[in-house]
């Protein structure tokens, strides 16, 4: 396994990477507030059968910059950008939480750039339970992260 910084679309992504180039892709996302360390126990084993990148989504962990849009497809957009400059192919896009949405938007907005996406452990925003998600008090994260550029400055070390 290998960490380094990639950069792209004006931003430096911080990158977990294993296994061979040549082999398809497997591309990890992680949710919040994690960072790609989520998948160190797993990125070795993962990388006898694939190419595995697990990133550090913008602004998050050891990536620096702040992408022009949080909307997914706009994230989607930046993973598959960033693994296909990281030399991957044949992408699929694994994520859970966030990571979970980006990934679905990914396949949605993006399919004909991915072999696949696996979504996790979340709901996806526009898609039934979203609206019933929203409205429960017990659940106020969702409210805490529409706040600009707080959540962002709690992981970012600073």
């Known amino acids: 396994m290998q960490t380094e910084a990639l950069k792209h679309d ?89 990571g979970g949405m980006i990934a679905y938007a990914a396949a949605r907005d993006h399919a004909h750039r991915i072999a696949g996406a696996i979504v996790m452990n979340t709901v996806i925003p526009g898609i039934d339970p979203w609206s019933k998600v929203l409205s429960d008090p017990r659940i106020w994260h969702f409210a805490f992260h529409a706040i600009p550029e707080l959540p962002e400055l709690l992981v970012s070390g600073h």
Do not use: C, M, N
Not at 29 to 41: F, I, M, N, Q, T
Not at 54 to 77: H, V
């Open 10 to 98: 004006g931003l430096t992504l911080g990158l977990l990477k294993a296994g061979d180039p040549a082999k398809a892709a497997l591309v990890l996302l992680h949710g919040w507030p994690h960072s790609k360390e989520v998948y160190d126990h797993v990125i070795d084993k993962l990388a006898a059968d694939h190419f595995v990148l697990a990133f550090d989504l913008p602004a998050i962990g050891d990536s620096r910059g702040a992408p022009g849009s949080a909307e997914k497809k706009d994230l989607a957009e930046i993973v598959i950008g960033a693994a296909e400059r990281a030399g991957a192919q044949s992408i699929v896009i694994a994520g859970f939480d966030v």
